[in-house]
């Protein structure tokens, strides 16, 4: 019998140590974060960031974040100023990144920022992303782990089927508890909310003490390309019954073939959407519909992967 590809380990030191060695020697490993599943490599080996983009089949031009232990590591990397300070303060280890200034001295391979002089970086909670960034002793840059352009992984087996045959391990730790990508802003003289997240831009103000600003017209995080998260079938919003041969992504009163959340619950729509988008497509129905998601909270994100999902 021929080995699966890539293999699925449970979370625990083997897996750890496996995934280290496999990182050490320049290669990439599928991990779980608190958001969604990340592919990882070491952010100061160039081949390796380059195995990365090669997996993923990303267009080279889309920069990663890298993943750091804690703040001590976020500073060796990139220049913080008051307001990233605060938010750093505030929200790491979770779902947020931050852009900020790249030290030039930074031994960072110049295809984890696409050539930019900023970099995105943040210092993630879950227990397996930690034990591999100690394990490795290097920054890690990590995308959610799937073929570009298609649906976020929030399970190992997401990320098997999407990257099948293109990676050798991923870390299995279960469904992914926040489920959609960590909050993206720019720090600066004006900060910007370059990708909506779990960590709302009430949250973010409420740090800074100041409105931030929206990302300009420009691609600036090049993941706000309209179609982005997209599953292979087309997806209709706001729909309140499934019309012939769609499969009904449910929402509070509008029960579906599957359903986010029937009472109403923002964070567990959240935590199951990719999922839910991931089992739509697998199903014999031809078309997705997706009922209405309120625009509130980390609804805003919701809706924003939704809008990007139905993008054709
Ligand atoms: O939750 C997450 O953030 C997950 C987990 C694995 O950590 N990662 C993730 O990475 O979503 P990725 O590569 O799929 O999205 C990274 C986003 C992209 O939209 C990219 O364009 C943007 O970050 N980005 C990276 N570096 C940037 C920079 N210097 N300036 C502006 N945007 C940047
Ligand atoms: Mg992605």
Redo the contacts with the bound molecule.
């Keep these: 019998m021929t080995e699966p590809n890539p293999r699925i380990l449970p979370y625990g030191e083997a897996a750890i140590a496996e995934a280290a060695t496999l990182i050490g020697a320049g290669g990439c490993v599928a991990t779980p974060?608190e958001?969604?599943?990340?592919l990882a490599a070491d952010a100061t080996n160039a081949d390796a960031v380059a195995g990365i983009y090669a997996a993923k089949g990303r267009p080279s031009f889309?920069?990663?974040?890298v993943?750091v232990a804690g703040r001590r590591a976020a500073e060796a990397i990139a220049m913080f100023d008051r307001d990233a300070r605060a938010l750093a303060d505030a929200f790491w280890p979770g779902?947020l990144?931050l852009?900020l200034p790249l030290r030039p001295d930074a031994s960072i391979a110049g295809l984890v920022?696409a050539g930019?002089a900023?970099?995105?970086i943040?210092v993630?909670q879950h227990r397996a992303m930690q034990a591999l960034l100690a394990a490795t002793g290097k920054p890690l840059a990590?995308?959610?782990?799937n073929a570009s352009g298609t649906i976020?992984p929030t399970r190992a087996e997401h990320v098997a089927t999407s990257l099948s045959g293109r990676i050798p391990l991923v870390i299995d730790d279960g469904a992914t508890s926040g489920g959609i990508?960590?909050t993206?802003v720019?720090v600066g003289s004006q900060p910007r909310l370059?990708?909506p997240?779990p960590i709302s831009a009430a949250d973010i103000e409420r740090e800074i003490g100041r409105w931030l600003g929206e990302a300009g017209a420009g691609i600036?995080?090049?993941?706000?390309l309209a179609s982005h998260y997209a599953p292979r079938k087309p997806l209709r919003l706001n729909a309140s019954a499934p019309h012939d041969g769609e499969w009904l992504i449910g929402f509070g009163d509008v029960a579906g073939d599957d359903t986010l959340s029937a009472g109403g619950d923002l964070t567990q729509a959240a935590a199951r959407l990719f999922d839910a988008l991931h089992r739509a497509d697998a199903s014999d129905r031809a078309a997705i519909a997706v009922a209405p998601v309120p625009e509130e909270g980390i609804g805003i994100a919701i809706n924003d992967r939704l809008r990007r999902a139905a993008v054709r």
């Design positions: 974060t958001t969604v599943y990340g889309n920069p990663l974040i993943h779902p990144t852009v920022t930019l900023t970099i995105a943040r993630p990590a995308p959610s782990a976020s990508e960590s993206i720019a370059l990708r997240g600036e995080a090049p993941g706000q």
